[in-house]
Antibody, heavy 121, light 110 residues
Framework: QVHLVESGGGVVQPGGSLRLSCEAS????????MHWVRQAPGKGLEWVAF????????YYADSVKGRFTISRDNSKNTLYLQMKTLRTEDTAVYYC??????????????WGQGTLVSVSS | QSVLTQPPSVSAAPGQKVTISCSGR????????VSWYQQLPGTAPKLLIY???KRPSGIPDRFSGSKSATSATLGITGLQTGDEADYYC???????????FGGGTKLTVL
């Protein structure tokens, strides 16, 4: 059974940094692409970033490009999201999600429970 | 303003059928696979439909997906009160080089 557990959320001031983690279990982590998706309070889903199974390629939403970096450590079955220069509009619940495939963005088969990031002064 | 357009809300009585539309363009729905997600109140989203019309194991056949040209549709039959949730469509956009979600549709089972 796939299990994804996010951590690292919290309150941070505008301009600050935060690193989210997502520990994966129940599947062969190094065989699947992984995503970060966020949801602002009371709003819809917004895709944030994707990384291929081997970490060799990444894709980002325009809203976070240049500020956020997705990475993975396949030896630790862990996905990361390094967030810098945070803005108030980055306030959201951040979910990690497993793709159905290794190299392409196709569908979000499994989701974690989410971690809340609040950017506020 | 979402790239994919969904109705903000739909409603129907228990036992009835409802459809939720998702409208896009050639660069996304027209040339890519669509997936659908259900988000029950206070919970993480869950995959309902992938590759336009396939159901993951464990998803009842009351849920169905279809696609025609630049639009996709989620169908739910035999509505239950437990189906009350937000529903999102999503796909890759080859012009934007990003994944896009619809704005979401709130289903109310009256």
């Amino acid at each position: 059974q796939v299990h994804l557990v996010e951590s690292g959320g919290g309150v941070v001031q505008p301009g600050g940094s935060l690193r989210l983690s997502c520990e994966a279990s129940g599947f062969t982590f190094n065989s699947f692409g992984m995503h970060w998706v966020r949801q602002a309070p009371g709003k819809g889903l917004e895709w944030v970033a994707f990384i291929r199974y081997d970490g060799t390629s990444e894709y980002y939403a325009d809203s976070v490009k240049g500020r956020f970096t997705i990475s993975r450590d396949n030896s630790k079955n862990t996905l990361y999201l390094q967030m810098k220069t945070l803005r108030t509009e980055d306030t959201a619940v951040y979910y990690c999600a497993k793709d159905r495939y290794a190299m392409i963005l196709r569908s979000f088969d499994d989701w974690g429970q989410g971690t809340l990031v609040s950017v506020s002064s | 303003q979402s790239v994919l357009t969904q109705p903000p809300s739909v409603s129907a009585a228990p036992g009835q059928k409802v459809t939720i539309s998702c409208s896009g363009r050639r660069s996304n729905i027209g040339n890519e696979f669509v997936s659908w997600y259900q988000q029950l109140p206070g919970t993480a989203p869950k995959l309902l439909i992938y590759d336009n019309n396939k159901r993951p194991s464990g998803i009842p056949d009351r849920f169905s997906g279809s696609k025609s040209a630049t639009s996709a549709t989620l169908g739910i039959t035999g509505l239950q009160t437990g189906d009350e949730a937000d529903y999102y469509c999503g796909t890759w956009d080859s012009d934007l080089n990003t994944w896009v979600f619809g704005g979401g549709t709130k289903l109310t089972v009256l």
